[in-house]
């Protein structure tokens, strides 16, 4: 069973609109969740991070947010840039290790 | 080089060949991962280094997948007799032990023919 879950694998959003990737959890004992972006035949980047103990980090257009109650996370991008488009991660872990998501791939249109 | 280097870029193994995939990681860092992404999935942790002891090893799929880091710089994951199922990007990452400091390189696919 996926411990963490991207239920969406693709979004299509317009340029200067809100991009919005929901991620869900299965496991609380994590302190740390992120997210990576990835573009073709590179490795994945890190984005943006939020403590369990947060319940919303924002870095620039980037803001995470974390529900612990509904083990829910989600990435807002506004407003949302055409090289942002790529194919988002949400990770779950410690320092000795990371959970991935599947994976979303937001595709932002002119 | 600044970042996390693997190589080869691309591998192309007959059913039954063994293969290397070698990963420079960023100088100092202590910390080192191994991953397998396989077509439409995310990045599925194989194994994890810190320095040259392999902490963790639970991700590993078979006896026939191997990862070392001798010296506690460069590591190989070796893969011996390779089925098509093998088939798939391997990425590898260094970190100084920090959460926020993961550096991916940009993987070895792998194709078994």
């Known amino acids: 069973d996926q411990q963490v879950k991207q239920n969406s694998p693709s979004l299509s959003v317009q340029e200067g609109r809100i991009s919005i990737l929901n991620c869900d959890y299965t496991?609380?004992?994590?302190?740390?969740f992120l997210w990576y972006k990835k573009y073709p035949a590179e490795g994945p980047t890190f984005l943006i991070s939020?403590?369990?103990?947060?319940d919303k980090n924002e870095d620039g257009r980037f803001t995470v947010f974390l529900n612990k109650s509904a083990k829910h996370l989600s990435l807002h991008i506004v407003p949302s840039q055409p090289g942002d488009s790529a194919v988002y991660f949400c990770?779950?872990?410690?320092?000795?290790?990371?959970?991935f998501g599947k994976g979303t791939h937001l595709i932002i249109q002119p | 080089g600044a970042g996390v280097s693997q190589s080869p870029r691309y591998k192309v193994a007959k059913r039954g060949q063994d293969v290397a995939l070698r990963c420079d990681p960023i100088?100092?860092?202590?910390?080192l991962f191994w991953y397998q992404q396989a077509l439409g999935q995310g990045p599925e942790f194989l194994t994890y280094?810190?320095?040259?002891?392999?902490?963790?090893k639970s991700g590993l799929p078979s006896d026939r997948f191997f990862a070392e880091r001798p010296e506690g710089s460069v590591s190989t994951l070796k893969i011996q007799r390779t089925q098509q199922e093998d088939s798939a990007v391997y990425l590898c990452?260094?970190?100084?032990?920090?959460?926020?400091?993961?550096?991916f390189g940009s993987g070895t696919r792998l194709t078994v023919v």
């Open positions: 280094f810190q320095n040259e002891a392999q902490l963790d």
């Open positions: 100088s100092g860092h202590v910390s």
């Open positions: 990770a779950e872990g410690g320092a000795d290790g990371l959970t």
């Open positions: 496991n609380s004992m994590f302190d740390y």
């Open positions: 939020i403590s369990s103990i947060k």
């Open positions: 990452a260094s970190s100084p032990s920090d959460i926020y400091g993961y550096t």
